[in-house]
């Protein structure tokens, strides 16, 4: 049984950083997506960044440049390092994975996921 736990969320000013990381245990498979998706109340989850298992990674395109997604040597653990921060990006951000690969987004592709931390960026 795959199992997923975030942390690292909190609140940051504007302009500011923030890393996460997501704890991974129980993978059996060798070919896995695993991803971080953010949620607002009221919006649908979006996925923020995803990382194949040939090292493909792709970005939304509202934090190219600012997020950096990464996995530790063991592929036991998942950040996401989060710089330049804005009042948009508040939201609670989950780790997820799925046991294919990372070309669909959807969320109802990926079978585990973490209990999300929040995360907010005042002004």
């Known amino acids: 049984q795959v199992q997923l736990v975030e942390s690292g969320g909190g609140s940051v000013q504007a302009g500011g950083s923030r890393r996460l990381s997501c704890a991974a245990s129980?993978?059996?498979?060798?070919?896995?997506?695993i991803a971080w998706f953010r949620q607002v109340p009221g919006k649908e989850r979006e996925e923020v960044a995803s990382?194949?298992?040939?090292?493909?990674?792709t970005y939304a395109e509202a934090v190219k440049g600012r997020f950096a997604i990464s996995q530790d040597n063991a592929k036991s653990g998942l950040y996401l390092q989060m710089n330049s921060l804005k009042p948009e990006d508040t939201a609670t951000y989950y780790c997820?994975?799925?046991?294919?690969?990372?070309?669909?987004?959807?969320?109802?592709?990926?079978?585990?996921w973490g209990r999300g931390t929040q995360v907010t960026v005042s002004a």
């Open positions: 129980g993978y059996t498979s060798r070919r896995y997506c």
């Open positions: 997820a994975a799925k046991t294919i690969d990372c070309l669909s987004n959807s969320p109802i592709d990926f079978a585990y």
């Open positions: 990382l194949d298992t040939d090292g493909t990674i």
